[in-house]
């Protein structure tokens, strides 16, 4: 392997890299709390905010990332609505993943069982601070293995807005590859995609084990 061609690749690669770590940042910080709106409006007792947001979540989960990458970038222009290539990219994310987490915390929420609502009740609880300071903090600890899971296929699937022109990591090996005829920008690319997923799996699991040992704790 040419260690001085790798080194002429890295500056393009590290400014795809910069857009695809962005792209995930962004995401997560937009997309973990939508997804506990639509859990709290999925079990809302209010049936036309708990049917919007089980439709939501069915249409976001049931449809291919890609066809809402396409439909949010190409489609809307035609109802008037238009985006630049990487706002397209955070919306479509967020949107998709905001639906995921919800059926994550959703599952979380109602493992808790249910002889904790009726204790907070009979303490005096209204419904909204069962759930704020009885439920979620319980179900923090039992959605961490599920979230973490969806944060690391959210790295990988970030390569799909080459297909919109963003110019993140894979898009930049891509150009590397067509532009020299030699696939090693590739091998270089899925070795940062390995490395930034290990880094994750690891940290998720001291996350993981830090929970557990504090349940035990608290137990």
Not at 38 to 62: A, D, E, K, N, Q
Request: aromatic share 14%; hydrophobic share 50%; proline share 5%.
């Amino acid at each position: 392997m040419n260690l001085s061609y790798i080194a002429t690749l890295m500056p393009a690669l590290m400014q795809g890299l910069a857009q695809t770590l962005k792209l995930f940042a962004l995401t997560l910080l937009f997309s973990l709390p939508l997804g506990l709106v639509f859990t709290l409006g999925s079990i809302s007792r209010v049936p036309p905010l708990r049917w919007v947001s089980r439709i939501y979540i069915w249409i976001f989960r049931g449809t291919p990332l890609m066809l809402q990458l396409f439909f949010i970038y190409y489609g809307l222009p035609f109802m008037g609505l238009t985006f630049d290539r990487f706002p397209a990219a955070v919306l479509t994310f967020v949107l998709n993943y905001a639906a995921y987490f919800a059926e994550i915390y959703r599952a979380g929420i109602q493992s808790i069982d249910r002889g904790q609502h009726e204790a907070a009740k009979t303490l005096g609880f209204t419904p909204w601070q069962t759930m704020r300071y009885i439920i979620i903090p319980q179900t923090v600890s039992r959605v961490i293995p599920p979230v973490c899971n969806e944060t690391i296929t959210l790295v990988k699937d970030t390569a799909l807005v080459t297909a919109i022109g963003v110019g993140e990591l894979l898009k930049a090996a891509q150009g590397a590859v067509n532009r020299d005829v030699n696939i090693t920008a590739y091998a270089v690319a899925a070795l940062i995609y390995l490395a930034i997923t290990f880094v994750m799996t690891m940290a998720y699991e001291r996350l993981e084990r830090y929970f557990s040992r504090h349940q035990k704790k608290e137990g």
